[in-house]
C-alpha cells in the first residue's frame, strides 16, 4: 500500500520506526511498524457527540489541543483559567459532559480544580492533563485520570472513551 505523507504520519499515529543496514552492494532501509488499516480503525474512526469545558491556560497548547477535540466532535468551551471555569459552571445551563483541565495554571491549580468541580458534580468526569514529569506531578493527581502531554490523537481518544460514549466503534 502506498501512503501519501499526511496519510502515513496519521496512520502511524506520528511514529516511524527506521533500520538502515549496510549490503554489499549499496545500502538499504526498511519502515517497520505501520500499523496495518484494520489496527487504525478501532480508534481513529470515533467520534464524540459531547460538550466538553476545556481548561488550558497556555494559548497555543489550547489551540492545538483544541482543534483535535473540535475534530472528534466536541462541542467545545473554552477558559483559560480555573477561576473562569468556575464561572462558566456556574453561568452554564445546558451542562457538560467532561471536564479536561491541565493540572499547572496560574491561580487555581488543575487539581483543585477538579476537585470543586467533583463537589458540585459528582458524576461528571473529569481529565487532567500535563506535561510535567511524574517527579513533579507524582500524587497531585487526586484520583483523576491524567494523561500525559504531549499526546497522540489516538491516546487522546482512548482517555476520552473511558469516560464517554462514543459513536462509530464497531
Do not use: N
Amino acid at each position: 500500500m502506498m501512503y501519501g505523507g499526511y496519510d502515513f504520519a496519521r496512520t502511524a499515529d506520528g511514529l516511524v520506526p527506521v533500520r538502515a543496514s549496510m549490503g554489499l552492494i549499496g545500502t538499504g532501509a526498511s519502515v517497520g511498524g505501520v500499523p496495518s488499516a484494520r489496527e487504525t480503525s478501532v480508534l481513529d474512526d470515533l467520534t464524540f457527540d459531547s460538550r466538553m469545558l476545556f481548561v488550558e491556560d497556555d494559548e497555543h497548547i489550547a489551540d492545538v489541543i483544541g482543534i483535535m477535540l473540535e475534530d472528534l466532535g466536541f462541542d467545545l468551551t473554552h477558559a483559560p483559567s480555573g477561576e473562569e471555569a468556575l464561572s462558566i459552571l456556574d453561568r452554564d445551563k445546558h451542562g457538560f459532559d467532561i471536564i479536561m483541565t491541565d493540572i499547572v495554571m496560574g491561580g487555581i491549580s488543575g487539581v483543585s480544580l477538579a476537585k470543586k468541580i467533583r463537589s458540585m458534580h459528582p458524576r461528571l468526569p473529569i481529565i487532567l492533563a500535563s506535561g510535567y514529569s511524574d517527579e513533579i506531578i507524582g500524587g497531585y493527581s487526586g484520583g483523576f485520570e491524567l494523561i500525559r502531554k504531549p499526546f497522540s490523537r489516538r491516546e487522546l481518544i482512548a482517555c476520552l472513551a473511558r469516560h464517554l460514549k462514543a459513536d462509530g466503534a464497531a
